[in-house]
């Protein structure tokens, strides 16, 4: 299964108000594929059956990407 649908399914399966929080480092991918993923979920968090809330605004380089996924 590749990590898009994965990632959709995974969220299909949360409940209402349940969160998920989602990393480079949790799904094993490169920090520019997560920035991929995140452009993904942003525009797929505009149909309003989630919301993202980003792990922390200012990263350094040794932090790690992720954000936060909260199912409506």
């Known amino acids: ?3 898009l ?3 959709s399914h995974r969220i299909s399966a949360l409940d209402s108000g349940e969160q998920w929080i989602v990393s480079a480092q ?3 991918i ?3 594929d997560f920035q991929s993923l995140s452009v ?3 525009r797929e968090s505009e149909k309003g059956h ?3 809330s980003p792990k922390s605004e200012n990263l ?3 932090d ?3 954000v936060t996924i909260i199912k409506h």
């Open 40 to 42: 993904f979920l942003t």
């Open 26 to 28: 949790k799904l094993l």
């Open 60 to 62: 350094t380089w040794h």
């Open 64 to 66: 790690e990407p992720a």
């Open 1 to 3: 299964m590749d990590l």
């Open 50 to 52: 989630f919301s993202l």
């Open 30 to 32: 490169s920090r520019a």
């Open 5 to 7: 649908n994965h990632v």
